[in-house]
């Protein structure tokens, strides 16, 4: 390395096609102007009996749509392509290395089984880095002692698992998805790898069983709990909601009886937190989850590195936190970079993606597009952070990374009396009348605490960097119901939502302290609840007045149908061309696009609802809707990718309304054209609407399949089909006699 010139640790290259890509925005700017002029002036000349009030909400849909398009050209304009460089990190500061604390979150062991978070534990604690410098911490806010139970079980076998997946640089670290891998890619060659293979597996396999069978009896084995002096506070402990704080070192470096691994080398620190929990105290869930760790983990380690992760996101790639260093300790344009969002990837994906979770463009476009404009979002996991700009410290020009100041203050403690001190900081009263979860650490009140939390670090001058490597570097469960997608997204939405309108907006807040096009970007997503209206508007107006003889749209030999030909065109080809650029099928395209509408009309509906709700002081949902845990033959049709309805709730009765709609109004213009011969004329002058119902038709075919054909568990409910049902024609009904 030529020490005069100065080589940098990471580098940033722009997308390509971006001329070509700008233009055809702006040839559909043009296209969308025309839109809005031409029914700017067709109002006025439109009577009532035509239709007027329709063609005025046409109008508004439209202006909407537009500026929602506007405002998703940010994160298309400049995407930015980031790619770090591990050898020179380990060049220069192999030796000097700063201390990463990683931060796993697991809040119900009925939902998220112990097993797969000591996985998730295990996959970071074998982390390609020097084990005295890194710590993981688990904050069990279930407080639960199985999951205690499985930590410590999980200390034990790093004992043999770390040593192992070192010594023949396995990948990836987590047990669980190392042994599924080699099922598929083949037994390792190395006579001695395998040899310790068959015993590692033999103690994992045992392991296994064990924290299965406490998990199913609901109880910590005798023997365990006489071993262990930690299952004594669960003595103490009351219910889930009303605890002391259990905090419990399990590794740490400086434990003369406890810290190697059976090739004597040290092994990370490992701490297990509940924090106390009082039912007259409000716990602020993830983020308060967050905050405490934040405190107790500043006492225990104070690395200057924070790892986020959610408990089902195993780490794939063991080098990811050198990756992620490379972007933070660059000498150059380190200083400023607050933090490094990985994508969220998700292993549990079909083929074709039947509930769009994957959200590909997001995670391969929009995101390149907010990095080019100052960075990404922070959501939540898959992050890693800077411990000051985390605690709420302002960028500074002179603000420089200082990573040599390793903080040993605590050698001297005692291992217990660590315990001891770092327990108050988890307390329920310790965040009264502090800045915690104001200025200090993640933002409370929040239902997406990440993305506020994140904004107001960039506010605060710093940015952040997006890193998406084609190895994914953590892969976590998707949703496989379509009720557990829709209401991911309705707290998703209305979270993003109340962020708009919060003192934080991106929109108000934001002006001046971050770009033009970050504002923009971030408005994409707090506006995704409001496109609830223009959407329902166009899926259910222009549909009616098809069917009652009225046209909305230009005809075809008009003029002005060529702007609406150019955009429909135009954005179809474009999202299906997007679609393939992020790896996706065509069949997963159309499956996305009914999302897409599904999310639109009914999870962004009850978020706006909500919303509204709140505002006007009703504080909780009324729409609360519970989902169970899939049962075994849900989950067959889910690899079979046949969409998953299951329980009544009012989302799907919503849902299913429309498609019946859509195809009662198709169904009776379809008779007419056949019975009256004018059937061609009259498609001539109202094509678009008669394509507009034909889409909502064809997309919906899951639907009517749920909702007439099939027999299975996972069909729609037979309540919801017959309350859709009598919507739908009572809709019907009245819009024929008004
Ligand atoms: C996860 O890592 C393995 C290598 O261990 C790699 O083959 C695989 O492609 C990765 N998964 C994803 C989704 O990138
Ligand atoms: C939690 C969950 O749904 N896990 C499933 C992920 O997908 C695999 C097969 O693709 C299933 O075996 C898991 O049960």
Redesign the pocket.
Known sequence: MGSLEYSPLFETKRGRGRIIYRSFAISLFVAICFIWFYRFSHILDTKFEDGKWAWLGMFGAELWFGFYWILTQALRWTLVFRQPFVNRLSQRYEKRLPGVDIFVCTADPDIEPPMMVINTVLSVMAYDYPTEKLSVYLSDDGGSEITFYALLEASNFAKHWLPFSKRFKV??RSPAAYFK?ILSSGYPTDPLQLKELAAIKKLYDEMEKRIEDATKLGEVPKEARLKHKGFSYWDSYFSRRDHDTILQILLHKKDPHNSKDIDGCVLPTLVYVAREKRPQYFHNFKAGAMNSLLRVSSHISNGKIILNVDCDMYS??SQSVRDSLCFLMDEEKGHEIAFVQFPQ?F?NATKNDLYGCCLLSISEVEFHGADGFGGPLYIGSGCFHKRESLCGMKFTDQYRNDWNSEDDQFKEAFLHELEEQSKTLASCNYEENTSWGKEIGLKYGCPVEDVITGLSIQCKGWKSVYYNP???AF?GLAPTTLPQTLVQHKRWSEGDLQILLSKYSPAWYGFGKISLGLQMGYCVYCLWAPNCLATLYYSIIPSLYLRKGIPLFPKMSSPWFIPFAYVIVGETTYSLLEFFFCWGTFQGWWNELRIWLYKRTSSYLFACIDTILKLFGFSDSTFIITTKVTAEDASKRYEKEIMEFGVSSPMLTILATLALLNLFCSLSVLKDAVIWKGGLEAFETMVLQVLLSGFLVLINFPLYQGLFLRKDNGRLPISVSIKSIVLSLSVLISFSFA
Request: aromatic share 0%; no cysteine.
């Open positions: 990948e990836p891998s794939n790639n990837i292993e084609s190895r994914k892969l």
